[in-house]
């Protein structure tokens, strides 16, 4: 049997898979709690969430508003990393509503000489926890309120906003019931807010043909940094095995010259621990963490759990691997498909346990030395409850580590890898083209369930991805996507400088780079400035100076009557910032059309004038009307507009 | 630390309330489960529903199939009613993987000595379990899996059908996941599909002004017999309270003839295990249910949790009520509003576990006079937990028992009174008119989470709602309400005679009948049988004779284009009996239309020549259309079609 409570709580939000994983939040960003709360008649009833940061002991309290149709909402902020808990709770106000009922009947103009003497047992409940000031007031009331002489006076107090202020101040919480607990995981801004660069170190070299050293990657730093990246990823930089090297183009028979597949971890030159010996020492790679950390470049590094089959480890630790009946170890498949330049890790192995945790040492090496971005390569061909205890470790210890998932794959596993702890993922993006998809696709990621979990990092190319869309493109299509990438999500990231010197050629009918830099060295000019990298800087400061667009999920499209314009709008919590962007996505032609501005979430009135600042070209456009004609050329194909009301 | 399993299940369906709430079925329905199941990589996985009945021990299992997009499902049938549990379990198939590969690589030419080889240990693996035939043929295939001598015949073996199925009937499941636990609550047939109809006992006395009583009653079960009716419900048969009592029409000053509200419980006579002196004794009442049941009808009592002054209660159980400071006995309001012959029962009260037994002991009282159907007054005013706890208790004694809830308020209230346990519940049936009101309507009903828990009993009239579309109005119009109640709804109930003698005076401008039976007796002529007697007895009839109709869930809307013809389409599970319902909304005139068939879900193509009976007018057409014309006048505005293909 249960106690005499009569609330219900119900549908809870945010919650994911019925709160079996925390949502994602970073530091300062609010969480908006509803839920449905029931009570069987008409008593007043009080709802609050309680929460608290891990490191806490008492709940903190914020009270529930009713809204509509039994939803009830509130919210708190998040002011540290980490684990916050929170939950919901409610009671019948016994206090509250005596006296909800007894200002209806004065207004009926009943007596109430009975209700008055009732009161006097809620003054009493809440005498203990009074301030001085506050019990000589209920003490007065508790006089009053017997006493007839006193009937009108007893009745304006019985009806005023003070005794409902303290009513309120102390509830007494008879026969509340709550809801079980549901958590928020807290990062760092960066895990929202990143603009990431990648490029291959072995390519740095200014020197034609020469195999680029970290001290290479130092001098290309200014150039990443004055473009305003703020992460700059290279893929592994570990020794690359010698047997079954792949060649260039992935061929499977490489030359004595080739470099080989970076993902091709392991050799006698050793393993995940270890730095290519042409890339240069450890204290290199030190080196140049702490000169990307000055001009605010973190280095992200590629994780990569497979292992070429002269890795160390298929020595020193046979009992990760698979073997076969004839003793050969089992490399990668997909039948009838052989990929034998690698080792998949046998996770089944008794010895799983041991192999977990030289995966987190190595984690925590590399954490050592400085990292604290690592992008993971493949995270879905490794089970699922893997990612999650080792990124619930690393988290606990070094709470600033991002994961970015690298996982092109179905939906709902890519979905799974984010709820089970992945900071950020790549997304679909390089396949959203039309005005109609990308409406689609943003719907999905922060109109559902995903805005919760998901941080998409959409990138415009990777070396994995050379889209049909940019294959032979002009200069227009480079700066579209771009544009597209960096406004329409907080996280992105490029594959330079393949990207802004326009490098396309590619495997025929494929996504693929022709001579892709994944088996060899490409030699870039990086001296070159161009118009896509000073359209890429100025966006990047674009950026960083407007927080509507360091988040992704408070986004609004707006009506444009030209299926290639696409208008949206976005904001910060608080408004403070309001960004509309316009694209045009015809790369070819100017295009135009009438933009219709989404008048109720800018909060204002049809006539009420606007300006709109074009934050790249400096122009100022005074709009009074909802209706607005918008035009852009294929040569600058965009809007960025602050909204000034 | 996890073990090796990497099959992860999640959003499991049907379910209430992340599986706080058992969803509701009854006898020989199917519950057709869905989850998505993931893993990481691209290996074979399993999946399966398992589940039994409470008495079970053991649990059974049917395997799931892939749907799409990581989605699986399988169904299983209940037999029993009560409980059943049910959960998803996941698995790696390890031996499945491998025959898959070697087939991709056979199909290939790829050699597979190797992969032969590794067959040999699934094979050991199940050895334990299979039969004599069975392993004979296993240990064959370990020798010609070894002997390169029979590789053609390895292959085609290692490839077959023959196998496979050994090792779909042998899972070993190696590192299998599971769901937490669901629950189905089952209960007989009548939960889902029953014709009630209400009628005060009081005013069954063929004589004009007297006391009806249970005798008179039994005279009055061959007409309801004969409309087709299986429930017959009466508002409370208990002693009615003599202080406060109401006058006619609700006034507050009863004279001393008055009868006073049957729903004012308890007077000096008794209370709720008591019957009313006028009514006649307990035997009577026990030789009315048996009567009726010989004519396949259930009594259904009124449980109304609430006393009238003079209420024995009163004096023997003071605890169970609130006191004022004045010595009074609070009575039941709604401020200013006051209710004063009806005292609210005092649910907070410290003696509250005393008052929850008793309540139960009523129920079991009259339970164990033959009653076993209890149509619930108003309990959204009592405590949820109260109505989850007494529901419990009596169906673990009496499966058989079911709850009516007449709980008319908001939306949420209404369903977690349904979800806490109520079998059946009123609806919002009488403030849908318009076609698009009543496809929203079922839609919500029938197409979201409410099909698992809520069951609609559609009631065109209460002695509490006369609906302003009844009033003064024609046949056609009641004929329509009835036919679209019975249609539309498996559970349906009429307050006659009322409604089949057109009886519609009401309080002007209120849904509220005038000289209202519940404060007055009123004198009908039994005999009675019009038109609508006639339509109700023979649509009674075609309900139950046709299994489409026995159920809600099952619906589909037509297009048709006039918005004063509404045309649906429903079915049972197993589409043996599949039904085609039109009905003309416009009582007045006469309406013509288009109407589109549900060709897909008819399961034909265009062209494929149908046969429409009429099972109302006997009459068939041949449709050889997806459009085909329809015609209903106000004198007959319905069709109930048997599809026949």
């Known amino acids: 049997m249960q106690n005499q409570k009569r609330v219900v709580i119900e549908n809870v939000s945010p919650q994911i898979n019925c709160g079996e994983f925390p949502i994602k939040r970073v530091v300062k960003e609010i969480v908006a709690v509803k839920a449905d709360v029931l009570v069987d008649g008409h008593d007043i009833i009080a709802v609050a969430v309680l929460y608290k940061s891990e490191n806490e002991k008492k709940w903190s309290e914020v009270r529930m508003q009713h809204v509509n149709n039994d939803e009830w909402q509130a919210s708190f902020s998040l002011q540290k990393q980490g684990f916050y808990s929170y939950k919901v709770q409610g009671w019948v106000d016994y206090a509250l509503n005596w006296q909800y009922g007894i200002i209806k009947k004065i207004e009926a103009q009943q007596n109430v000489e009975l209700e008055l003497l009732e009161g006097i047992a809620y003054l009493k409940s809440i005498k203990s926890k009074l301030s001085a000031s506050e019990e000589k007031y209920t003490n007065h009331l508790e006089k009053i309120f017997v006493n007839n002489k006193n009937y009108d006076k007893a009745i304006a107090e019985a009806s005023s906003q003070k005794l409902k202020e303290i009513f309120i101040k102390y509830p007494k919480k008879e026969f509340a019931n709550a809801t079980k607990i549901y958590r928020v995981y807290v990062d760092r801004l960066k895990a929202q807010f990143s603009t990431w660069y990648e490029f291959f170190p072995r390519s740095s070299s200014q020197n034609k043909d020469t195999h680029g050293t970290f001290k290479d990657c130092e001098q290309l730093l200014p150039r990443v940094a004055k473009m305003g990246f703020d992460v700059l990823y290279f893929p592994p930089i570990h020794p690359i095995g010698e047997v079954n090297r792949k060649g260039k183009n992935n061929t499977t028979n490489a030359s004595k010259a080739d470099v080989g597949s970076t993902w091709g971890i392991g050799s006698k030159h050793g393993g995940h621990k270890d730095i290519h010996p042409q890339l240069g020492t450890l204290e290199n790679f030190k080196s140049l963490i702490k000169k990307a950390k000055d001009l605010d470049i973190e280095i992200a590094m590629d994780y990569a759990l497979q292992a070429a089959p002269d890795h160390p480890w298929v020595k020193s630790h046979p009992e990760w691997f698979k073997w076969r009946p004839d003793g050969t170890v089992q490399y990668a498949e997909n039948p009838p498909k052989k990929y034998q330049d690698i080792l998949p890790i046998y996770f089944e192995s008794d010895d799983y346990k041991n192999f977990w945790k030289e995966c987190l040492d190595i984690l925590f090496y590399w954490i050592k030395c400085g990292i604290r971005i690592f992008r993971v390569d493949n995270p879905h061909t490794k089970p699922f409850y893997f990612w999650n205890w080792i990124i619930n470790e690393v988290k606990q210890k070094y709470p600033d580590v991002l994961f970015l998932a690298e996982a092109f794959t179905k939906p709902k596993v890519m979905q799974q890898l984010a709820k089970q702890g992945f900071t950020q993922s790549y997304t679909y993006f390089t396949w959203r083209n039309t005005k109609y998809e990308f409406m689609e696709y943003m719907d999905e990621l922060t109109k559902t369930g995903q805005k919760e979990f998901m941080r998409p990092n959409f990138w415009p190319n990777t070396p994995d991805i050379n889209p049909f869309h940019l294959q032979g493109a002009n200069e227009s299509m480079y700066v579209q996507r771009y544009v597209l990438a960096a406004t329409l999500s907080s996280n992105i990231g490029i594959y330079g400088p393949v990207f802004e010197q326009m490098i396309s050629e590619a495997?025929?009918?494929?996504?693929?780079?022709?001579?892709?830099?994944?088996?060899?060295?490409?030699?870039?000019?990086?001296?070159?400035?161009?118009?896509?990298?000073?359209?890429?800087?100025?966006?990047?400061?674009?950026?960083?100076?407007?927080?509507?667009?360091?988040?992704?999920?408070?986004?609004?499209?707006?009506?444009?009557?030209?299926?290639?314009?696409?208008?949206?709008?976005?904001?910060?919590?608080?408004?403070?910032?309001?960004?509309?962007?316009?694209?045009?996505?015809?790369?070819?032609?100017?295009?135009?059309?009438?933009?219709?501005?989404?008048?109720?979430?800018?909060?204002?009135?049809q006539g009420h004038p606007l300006q709109v600042h074009d934050l790249f070209t400096d122009n100022t456009y005074s709009w009074q009307n909802e209706f607005n004609f918008v035009e852009l050329q294929a040569s600058l194909p965009f809007h960025i507009f602050k909204i000034n009301k």
């Open 507 to 605: 495997i025929s009918g494929k996504e693929e780079y022709l001579n892709s830099e994944k088996f060899q060295i490409c030699n870039y000019d990086w001296s070159i400035e161009n118009n896509i990298t000073g359209i890429i800087s100025k966006i990047n400061k674009i950026r960083h100076d407007h927080l509507a667009l360091q988040q992704t999920n408070n986004i609004k499209f707006c009506n444009v009557d030209n299926e290639n314009l696409i208008a949206f709008y976005k904001w910060n919590d608080s408004k403070t910032d309001e960004i509309l962007v316009v694209i045009n996505l015809d790369s070819n032609y100017t295009q135009q059309g009438t933009l219709q501005l989404p008048l109720n979430d800018l909060g204002i009135a």
